[in-house]
């Protein structure tokens, strides 16, 4: 289908922006093939520009043996090709909607693209125009993407946390969506939490954050499980309902999980919550 529309009539703008967003989508990575066609992009609309942008990134996680969990990895020299959309995001960025924005932010940071761009886009997430204008309106599902990619952002080479002001406002916001979200959202808003330093390391996590974790333990695949008690072990609250999960899941599945090596790691969280003990770990193992 690609190999038609390269050697098929020149389309327009919205044609190849839609052929990226349905490769992102199918995970099929292309972005070697793709890249004429964006470069000659011309009258890019906000629209486009986010739907490249996804599309582009999402390619390049189908490329890369990384999950979105907060392993980083190395820019592609393959995402050079979207030089031409990261060039028009000073001028199209005030007409992106919600969903966009927090598909450009996510994209963005997938892609460790951490330009000056990335963080004007964050105080936009944080600040948005008083237009009144439901499209806006950034959903908690948007809301963990921006999290998560503030997040990356401070733990990545060549990123940065963004400004302190901006952390508070993705804090909030974040906190007051999580009821809304759905577990790998959960997840990677803990995540995003977590790796900005906004979860307490002794003490009480807030209670949303608690109750979030306890209404989608179940729901939960390993990897997600792993990923929730790097930032929040040290809540009794927390351990007391994740930790017999995991255990149960150790103990009953015939396929070691995909972290088998951070099972000393994980160990160490259940134990230091003082709920589970060394014997019944082990034996799990």
């Not at 906190?175 to 307490?200: E, N, Q, R």
Request: charged share 15%.
């Amino acid at each position: 289908l690609v190999a038609n529309a390269l050697d098929g009539p020149k389309g327009s703008s919205r044609d190849v922006a839609t052929l990226v967003w349905g490769c992102g989508k199918l995970g099929v990575d292309l972005r070697e093939e793709l890249t004429s066609l964006v470069g000659r992009m011309a009258q890019l609309s906000s629209k486009d520009a986010a739907m490249v942008l996804w599309g582009w990134a999402k390619m390049a996680s189908s490329a890369s043996s990384l999950q979105d969990t907060g392993e980083v990895d190395e820019p592609s020299p393959q995402d050079s090709g979207i030089s031409r959309i990261i060039e028009e995001l000073p001028r199209i960025h005030k007409s992106f909607t919600g969903v966009e924005l927090a598909n450009v932010i996510w994209a963005l940071a997938r892609l460790r693209l951490f330009t000056p761009m990335f963080t004007t886009l964050l105080v936009e997430a944080v600040d948005p125009p008083l237009s009144g204008d439901p499209a806006a309106v950034i959903s908690p599902t948007g809301m963990s993407s921006i999290i998560w990619a503030a997040g990356l952002a401070r733990v990545s080479s060549g990123g940065e946390a963004p400004p302190l002001e901006v952390t508070k406002g993705l804090y909030h916001m974040t906190i007051s969506s999580l009821h809304a979200m759905d577990p790998p959202c959960v997840v990677s808003a803990i995540w995003g939490l977590g790796s900005l330093g906004m979860l307490h390391t002794t003490g009480a996590l807030p209670y949303q954050v608690v109750m979030a974790i306890e209404d989608s333990t179940t729901a939960f695949d390993m990897d997600n499980l792993k990923s929730v008690l790097q930032f929040t072990w040290m809540d009794p609250s927390v351990t007391a309902c994740v930790g017999p999960e995991v255990v149960h899941r150790l103990a009953s599945s015939t396929q070691p999980p995909t972290w088998t090596r951070s099972i000393p790691q994980v160990c160490l969280y259940l134990s230091r919550g003082a709920l589970q003990s060394t014997l019944e770990l082990a034996q799990a193992m």
